[in-house]
């Protein structure tokens, strides 16, 4: 199924002069996932406690934009420059997920909102990336299959964002647009399992 993450190597090329700059300078790719995690948990706070200004959402887009590429470089870094290591991994994974909860449950909080739905949607989200990581103790490669992955879902929280910055209000159009979140990353969860199955001939 097809998702935003198709694109990241052509986003990662646009980045890889960066990274070679960082890489000269000592910066270590742990070092970059813990700023983008750093990043999160300070806008999804600053978010939490003024989410009644409108304004604040604008914040949302950019901040999403920064930490998508903040995670190219890390990878990057890993990869390209000899930074790969066993605490590299678990912090990739994990400031992932502590970082999708700190920028999203805050739209819990809005008026009109389903706030269960939000907590739903965040829940099942956490689901997919943990089957695509079980995917490689199965003997399968990570699966980052759609139609709901990370990517995705920051572009439809981030596209939110700034129409709620923009001025409009929240309402029953955005528990719809939960509702269609929820169905479309449950079945992000069953793409990943399905596949990894078949990438190991089950």
Same mark, same amino acid.
């Given at each position: #199924? ?34 983008? *995690? ?19 959402? *604008? ?8 930490? #998508? ?13 000899? #930074? ?33 739905? &939000? ?42 964002? *700034? ?17 269609? #979140? ?6 992000? &969860? ?13």
């Amino acid at each position: #199924m097809a998702s935003i993450y198709a694109i990241k190597p052509a986003f990662q090329n646009l980045l890889r002069p960066l990274c070679q700059w960082l890489a000269e300078r000592g910066v270590t790719a742990n070092q970059v996932t813990i700023a983008a *995690l750093l990043l999160s948990l300070i806008t999804g706070g600053g978010l939490a406690f003024f989410y009644t200004q409108p304004c604040v959402f *604008l914040l949302i887009p950019v901040v999403l934009f920064v930490r #998508m590429a903040l995670n190219a470089i890390d990878g990057m870094l890993a990869r390209e420059h000899d #930074m790969k290591s066993e605490l590299g991994a678990i912090l990739n994974e994990l400031c992932d997920v502590i970082a999708d909860v700190a920028l999203y449950l805050p739209f819990a909080l809005l008026a009109g909102v389903w706030a269960w739905l &939000v907590v739903l949607v965040v829940i099942i989200a956490i689901v997919t990336e943990m089957t695509g990581v079980i995917a490689i103790q199965i003997g399968a490669s990570r699966r980052y299959d759609g139609p709901m992955g990370k990517s995705d879902r920051a572009f439809v929280f981030g596209a939110v964002a *700034l129409v709620l910055g923009l001025g409009v209000n929240a309402g029953q159009w955005l528990n719809g647009l939960f509702v269609v #979140m929820l169905v479309l990353t449950v079945w992000t &969860v069953f793409n990943r399992a399905r596949h990894a199955l078949a990438e190991i001939g089950q």
